[in-house]
């Protein structure tokens, strides 16, 4: 092999920007060395490349109804709340947007749902058909790879299960919606109620959202399981698929995802049900049966999914202060669904449980969790908080909305849950950039900093002596 034979392939193995000259025109190759050496960085880039495609898409006068170009803007936010699979919006998504509108809207949420890091790896991996240590391991800690194996195999099963779960959810919308849209339409806004019911996106292609099924349940249980099931996340799907209904056999995580994402469900459809209870506004003129119901679809969206039977504006303020909780609490670990996630939550109360009795260690399951994931959990949840706190001070600053509607869409914004009080669409350009930068900060935050912390742990060999500060 001659050296420039040698040089040119250590590039390609290294992923390096490498210039080739292929019958007198110079080539740029851009391999993936960066995608192994920054992760977390990586993703950002990715998510930021996809924001900016499809928010110029979105500004074309062929996707609005009308045929004129949407204002920056708002498309700008659709196009940053589609690829976080958010929801919020600026502008009425079911008469604003044409045909071509809503196709760029359903791509960019799938896309968003599988992940733009996904697909990134997927890439790397057909370029230089081998991932870096740092890209192994941003795919275990975002997609739940149980080893640093065959990552390639790994992200076809992440495909694969959610294409097939997206397909049931096809077929069980579409003979309600072909009922009451007709056969075309229905095939439509089955295909893309399924789509971000598990992408827990929770747009909507009809005016009003879904009030008009508010009584249908062939369309509300299949779009609650969608949301509910797309929340668990794909390491939860990994262990199942691998240990089928075996609880015995299920690792820690799951284990405490589906326990508390099953808590927080009944926890918040309860909360919800009995503060709406007498509500007129809301669900105060309805049966105890439609109260109950609307109190756990509520429960169900109220962490991510984004669809609402009732308009959050006509909630009582204690009920808006519940949902933001759940909001900011969120979905399962590398789910659709945002927030900080149910491990996060799940993590603090074992640490607390376990410091209230004076334990020295944090265990669940007969299992030891070790105490770098708690400064894990720890920073997560701060970084969280102080997201959403610079949000509602510049809102704050720039609107003369009350301190609740702005904390409200600034939570959903951040957990990427798509409920709003309206608020976005009353927003000026400033607020509108300040909730799409939250929304990307949200989707890729937590999920970045837990990554590019699992890369860069590192072993000293020395201590320093120990000294406890008071504390409380």
């Not at 920056?72 to 196009?79: C, E, G, Q, R």
């Not at 969120?330 to 109360?349: C, D, E, Q, Y």
């Not at 939570?411 to 009080?421: D, E, K, M, N």
């Amino acid at each position: 092999m001659s050296r420039g034979s040698g040089h040119r392939a250590r590039a390609v193995r290294d992923g390096a920007r490498t210039t080739e000259r292929l019958r007198g025109v110079p080539v740029v190759r851009l391999g993936s060395g960066f995608i192994r050496r920054s992760p977390a960085q990586a993703s950002v880039v990715a998510f930021l490349s996809a924001a900016a495609l499809f928010s110029a898409l979105l500004a074309l006068p062929l996707a609005s109804a009308d045929g004129r170009p949407t204002f920056l803007p708002d498309a700008v936010f659709t196009a940053v709340s589609a690829i976080t699979v958010t929801g919020l919006t600026t502008v009425d998504t079911a008469t604003h947007w044409s045909p071509f509108g809503l196709i760029v809207i359903l791509v960019a949420i799938e896309i968003g749902g599988l992940g733009i890091v996904t697909l990134a790896l997927l890439l790397a991996r057909a370029v230089t058909r081998q991932l870096g240590l740092g890209g192994k391991l941003f795919a275990q800690q975002n997609i739940g790879s149980p080893e640093l194996g065959d990552v390639g195999a790994l992200l076809r099963i992440v495909i694969l299960t959610t294409l097939s779960i997206q397909a049931v959810l096809f077929v069980a919308l579409a003979p309600p919606f072909i009922v009451a849209d007709g056969v075309g339409a229905g095939l439509w806004h089955a295909l893309f109620y399924a789509v971000s019911a598990f992408n827990n996106a929770g747009f909507s292609v009809h005016e009003g959202g879904l009030s008009e099924f508010s009584s249908n349940l062939w369309v509300l249980v299949p779009l609650a399981v969608g949301v509910f099931v797309g929340s668990f996340g794909f390491p939860v799907f990994l262990n199942l698929l691998k240990e089928k209904w075996r609880p015995k056999h299920w690792n820690l995580h799951t284990k405490i995802t589906l326990i508390t994402t099953s808590a927080l469900l009944v926890l918040g459809a309860v909360a919800w049900s009995v503060l709406e209870w007498d509500n007129h506004a809301s669900t105060g003129d309805l049966s105890p049966a439609e109260k109950m119901f609307r109190g756990l679809f509520a429960s169900t969206m109220m962490r991510s999914g984004g669809f609402s039977l009732t308009n959050p504006n006509d909630s009582t303020p204690t009920t808006l202060l519940i949902t933001d909780a759940f909001m900011f609490v969120g979905g399962g670990s590398a789910s659709t669904a945002g927030g900080i996630k149910v491990t996060t939550l799940a993590v603090l109360i074992l640490a607390i449980v376990a410091e209230s009795r004076g334990l020295p260690d944090v265990t669940a399951a007969r299992r030891t969790i070790p105490n770098g994931l708690l400064r894990v959990a720890i920073s997560v949840t701060f970084l969280g908080a102080s997201l959403v706190l610079a949000a509602t001070i510049l809102l704050r600053a720039t609107t003369d909305a009350p301190l609740d509607r702005i904390l409200f869409e600034v939570i959903s914004a951040f957990a990427t849950c798509g409920l709003s009080v309206g608020l976005s669409a009353e927003l000026d350009p400033f607020g509108k950039y300040v909730l799409s930068a939250l929304m990307l900060a949200g989707r890729i935050g937590p999920i970045g900093l837990a990554a590019a912390l699992a890369v860069t742990q590192r072993k000293t060999l020395f201590t320093f002596p120990t000294e406890r500060p008071i504390v409380g």
